[in-house]
């Protein structure tokens, strides 16, 4: 069965520091990947999406970035953290092509830039 | 572009009652895919139900079911026989397929508690 990582679960950061959140999906080959934010109390807002190895597309400019070294690693990174960074950040896998294909959810992880 | 739509920011209801939770959506497309996911407070979203457009009958998982209206574009949620863990934020969701990559559009979603 697939399975999907994120790591670390909770990270407090000061202001200026950088970011890397990372994950991993088991199970599955060649998966889309997705990067989620959710603030306090709203909905999910996309981030970033991969269909592939080194394929990134970004939906908001930010100062985050996105990488994919492997296929089943999906990395999200900053280089100088904001007060509106803070979040929970939340990653995503679904199958590609045609279909009703879900998108299955890591656990997340809980971001505060203080 | 493709907007979701939940306008009931919260609801309520009694263990063992019915509650139905309203999405909407604006699409121009005539293919395409809705879910609902609830997120418990353990933030965890779970995929709860599905609907594919080009389908007439609306999906049904146990004590979960939509009514899904494609010319009215509504896509609404009933829980049947609601439990203490039915407890959750519920996204509705919307699946767009452009550029290669299908790409989920989220409502702002529906606090649900559910009293004992």
């Known amino acids: 069965s697939q399975t999907i990582h994120q790591w670390p679960a909770t990270l407090v950061q000061p202001v200026g520091s950088p970011l890397s959140l990372e994950c991993t999906v088991e199970g599955t080959s060649n998966p889309n990947l997705y990067w989620y934010r959710q603030a306090a109390g709203r909905g999910l807002q996309l981030l970033f999406y991969s269909v592939g190895i080194g394929q990134i597309s970004s939906e908001v400019p930010q100062n985050l970035s996105a990488s994919r070294p492997q296929d089943r690693q999906f990395i999200l990174s900053s280089k100088k953290l904001l007060l509106s960074d803070s979040g929970f950040y939340l990653c995503?896998?679904?199958?590609?092509?045609?279909?009703?294909?879900?998108?299955?959810f890591g656990p997340g992880t809980r971001l505060t830039v203080t | 572009a493709q907007t979701v739509t939940q306008s009931q920011p919260e609801m309520s209801v009694q263990e063992a009652e019915t509650v139905t939770l309203s999405c909407t959506y604006d699409?121009?497309?005539?293919?395409?895919?809705l879910f609902w996911y609830k997120q418990p407070p353990s933030r965890q979203m779970i995929l709860v139900i599905r609907q594919e457009a080009y389908k007439q009958q609306n999906a049904t998982e146990n004590r979960f079911s939509v009514n899904f209206q494609k010319a009215a574009k509504s896509f609404s949620l009933k829980i049947s026989d609601s439990q203490l863990g039915d407890a959750a934020m519920y996204f509705c969701a919307y699946r767009s397929y452009w550029g290669g990559s299908e790409k989920l559009v989220f409502g702002k979603g529906t606090k649900l508690t559910v009293n004992p």
């Open positions: 995503a896998w679904s199958v590609g092509g045609a279909g009703a294909y879900e998108q299955y």
């Open positions: 699409t121009s497309e005539s293919d395409y895919y």
